[in-house]
Structure formats: C-alpha cells, structure tokens
C-alpha cells in the first residue's frame, strides 16, 4: 500500500502513448487532423508519390487510410504543404491541387457522413489563366466551407492569395476574391496562407514579399469574404531570410478577437509569435510564445485549435541535432498561454497539427525516424481544489513476474519516471478497464521510480515505488 499526494498545477495534461496512424508504406507529408461529431479525430496527409490519404478513427485504433485523391494523378504533397482538411460536425472536406502545376487544377470534396463516403471532386479554379496553389480549408459555423489559394502569372510572377467560400457545402464555390492586395506587394510564394471565417468575419492569413521582408499580414473582410477592405500587417519583426521560409501563419477567431501564430526572425533564430487583433478596433498586441528558451535553435511550423476555452498551440523546433514537437496549452484563453509548454515527441519530425474536443488533446506529426504520421492523445483538466490523500493499491512484483498494476478508480493516464526524471508511459487499459495500469517489469532497473497517475476528475497522484 502506498499512500499518494495529489498535485496540482493550472492546466494538466495526461498523455497516452504515442502510435502511428498507419504503416510506413502510406507515407507521413504534412498530416493534417480534424474532428467529427463525436470528437473522434480524422487525419490527412500526403505520400512521395502524390498519394493522399485520408483516416478516421475506429474506436481503438485508425481505421486502414483510403487514398482520397485522383487514381492516376499526382497531388502536390510535401512537408511544409499538401492536401488539407476542414470539419464542421458530420461534414467533411479536402482539398488538393493536382499536378504539375502549370495546367491541372485545385479540387474539393465532400462528405455529410463523417468521413466514410465522399462526393465526387468539384474543382474550384475551373477557367482561370493563372497558375494555382497551394489550397487550404476552412468552414464557418453554419458547416459552409471557404479555401484560399495562391494565384501566378504563367510565368510564376505576381503571386497572390485569393479566397472563395461556398453557399452549398461544398457542392459549388463561389468566384474567387482578392484578398492580398491590400499589402501593396506579391506574396511569400512558398508559404501556404489560413483563411479563417466566424459570422461575417472573414480573415486570410498570409506571408507577404515586400522586398525580401517576409512579414505576415491579414486581409479582412466585414462580409463574409465578399470583400476584403482592410490589409493589416500582424508581424512588426524585420525578417529577411535568406532562403524562401516555407512556412505559414495559423489563426483562430473567439469573439472579437483574431488569435494568429506564425514563425518570424529573431535575432539570429526564428520563434514563434502570438498576435492577438481586435476585429473591431484593429489593436494588436503581438508576444514571443515562448521567447528564447536555452538550447533551442529555431521554431517552426506553427498550429493552433480549441473550442473558444480552452486552447493549444502546437510546433516543432530544433534542440541540438534533434527535432521536438512541443505544445503550449491554456484552460482559459481569456488568461493567456502560460511560460511553460510540454514536449510531446522528440526525434526527426518536420510538421505538426492540434485538434482539441471531448476532454482530449490530438496531436499529429510527420515522424523522420518511424516514416509515418505519428499521433498522440492527451487528457487536460481544469484546475480543481485539493482534495484529502488518496491511498493507491499496488500489487508488489514477485519474482519471475513480467509486470506490476496500479489499481485506482477512474485512472485516465499513468506514467513511470525515474531517478533522472525520465517518464515512460504506462500500459493503460482505459478505456476498456479504467481502473488499472500495468507496468512491463522485464526492462526495469533496480531503483526508485516515482509512479504518475491521472484521474477522470482532473486529479493527479503520485506515490514512490522501490524495484530491487
């Protein structure tokens, strides 16, 4: 018997262990990960050979990918951009851009029931004399969805963002609207843009090219994205890269504000931003996420979802000759991001994605080391008062015994960590037995080991164990 002492802090995360979404033979390029109805995650991405591959959840597991474009033509898929993904409930839609580029088309597809049928493609730059790129989703809250993309001269000049929304969920789409211009310059035409949409806001996130200073900028529109009558440059750092960045802005609107996270320069590194803009009276207040934190390198890639509460922000960076996919998360988005963030993977990975809904954290990630979309889950709780000592039971391992279990009622995550702080995840049966966690003995070295467990109700215990 070990009597355990529960700890608290503002907003805890417990996470599961992480797993691939599927083989390595279905490729890893730019995952991409929303949520159905029931808050059951789908993922998109894309493969070497402009394959992409879409796959929902199926209770325990994902269920096997289904390529969800052309048969015998190639998308554009790489790790900075590639097919995406929008969901409003039951609705669903992807999009892609077809190759080459110079002649074939963008096209989106539908599905009303969650994922498991879709229509056939509906092309959205039908008749256009340009070249089209890089198309991304969203949808409103009536489920209409809105994609952005980018428009070239034939020559691949005078590049541009252009937005269109859809009256019909996604049977048609409406003709395209100018929605960079007000920035007085072409775009980054290498860095995907964020239409983001909420009543009749309509804002297109974008990196702009004003001479080699690639800042992030904003094209708002009060109607819907009928119009964009105001441009607003979000990003006030001087960041003139040497090499195209690849890499764009990410939005989210709550009320009146428009929440933006992006990757810009500082000093010698790049880090991610936060802005913050009033649609109403256009202040921006714009922060480091993080600031320089000792060791890393650079910060890219940025994500950020939520339901308006609680909120998480997710991206990769570099430490020493390693990648780390790191997440920041807030219970109360009304109080900020704190300091501190968490660390969901480390290794070789290039880009990342959050979803959040139902009490749970979903990120994914392309993976270097296993080649495949790599997915993690997490449970967040609200900060909660103390409560009296709870006494965990633990079964004490007899010789010859492969593995211990910790029994609790209610366990929704568990962790093992060491003497030097290294936390291992624990075999958790939840939610099939949410009651007991096992722990693999065969690998264990004598030792003190600090067992960690979290509880439905946003309790978190933990207890010292001996292994001799």
């Not at 417990?14 to 109805?37: C, E, F, S, T």
């Not at 029994?407 to 009651?435: F, H, R, W």
């Not at 004598?446 to 067992?451: A, D, E, M």
Request: glycine share 10%.
């Amino acid at each position: 018997m070990l009597i355990a002492l529960p700890v608290f802090s503002q907003s805890v995360i417990g996470w599961q262990a992480p797993y691939p979404v599927a083989h390595k033979m279905y490729g890893n390029l730019h995952p991409r990960i929303k949520l159905d109805k029931h808050n059951d995650p789908m993922v998109l991405w894309g493969d070497e050979n402009g394959k992409a591959w879409f796959a929902r959840w199926g209770g325990e597991s994902f269920a096997q990918p289904v390529n969800i474009g052309p048969v015998s033509t190639p998308v554009f898929a790489s790790s900075w951009a590639g097919p995406d993904l929008a969901a409003h409930g039951d609705s669903v839609y992807i999009t892609y851009k077809e190759l080459p580029e110079e002649k074939n088309h963008i096209y989106v597809r539908h599905s009303y029931d969650g994922g498991t049928n879709f229509s056939a493609p509906v092309m959205v730059d039908k008749g256009e004399e340009f070249i089209t790129r890089f198309p991304v989703l969203t949808a409103d809250e009536n489920g209409n969805p809105f994609i952005s993309y980018m428009k070239l001269t034939k020559g691949y000049d005078a590049a541009r963002y252009v937005m269109a929304g859809s009256p019909d969920m996604g049977e048609s789409f409406l003709k395209d609207t100018a929605a960079s211009i007000l920035s007085g310059n072409t775009v980054c035409d290498c860095s995907p843009a964020a239409p983001v949409v909420s009543g009749n806001a309509a804002v297109l996130l974008y990196r702009n090219n004003s001479g080699g200073l690639r800042n992030i900028w904003g094209g708002v529109s009060v109607n819907g994205g009928g119009s964009f009558s105001k441009g607003l440059q979000l990003d006030s750092a001087a960041y003139y890269p040497a090499t195209c960045p690849a890499s764009g802005p990410h939005g989210v609107i709550v009320g009146d504000t428009l929440y933006t996270v992006y990757m810009s320069g500082y000093r010698e590194n790049s880090i991610i931003y936060l802005t913050k803009l009033s649609l109403s009276t256009q202040a921006i207040i714009t922060q480091p996420l993080t600031g320089e934190v000792t060791g890393v390198v650079s910060q890219n890639f940025p994500r950020i979802s939520g339901n308006g509460i609680a909120e998480a922000i997710v991206w990769t960076q570099t430490v020493g000759g390693n990648n780390q996919v790191s997440l920041s998360f807030t219970d109360e988005l009304t109080k900020g991001f704190p300091a501190a963030y968490d660390t969901v993977a480390e290794g070789v990975m290039i880009n990342a994605d959050v979803a959040i809904g139902g009490g749970y954290i979903y990120v994914v990630w392309e993976d270097h080391v296993t080649r495949t979309v790599m997915f993690r889950r997490g449970v967040y709780y609200r900060k909660k008062a103390a409560v009296e000592n709870t006494t965990i039971f633990i079964n004490q391992p007899q010789k010859g015994q492969k593995h211990f279990s910790v029994v609790m009622p209610g366990i929704v995550s568990c962790a093992l960590i060491d003497a030097t702080g290294g936390q291992q995840e624990l075999d958790l049966s939840y939610p099939k037995n949410n009651d007991v966690c096992k722990v693999d003995l065969e690998d264990m070295e004598p030792g003190t080991y600090t067992v960690k467990l979290w509880d439905k109700d946003g309790r978190v215990y933990t207890a010292q164990l001996e292994i001799k």
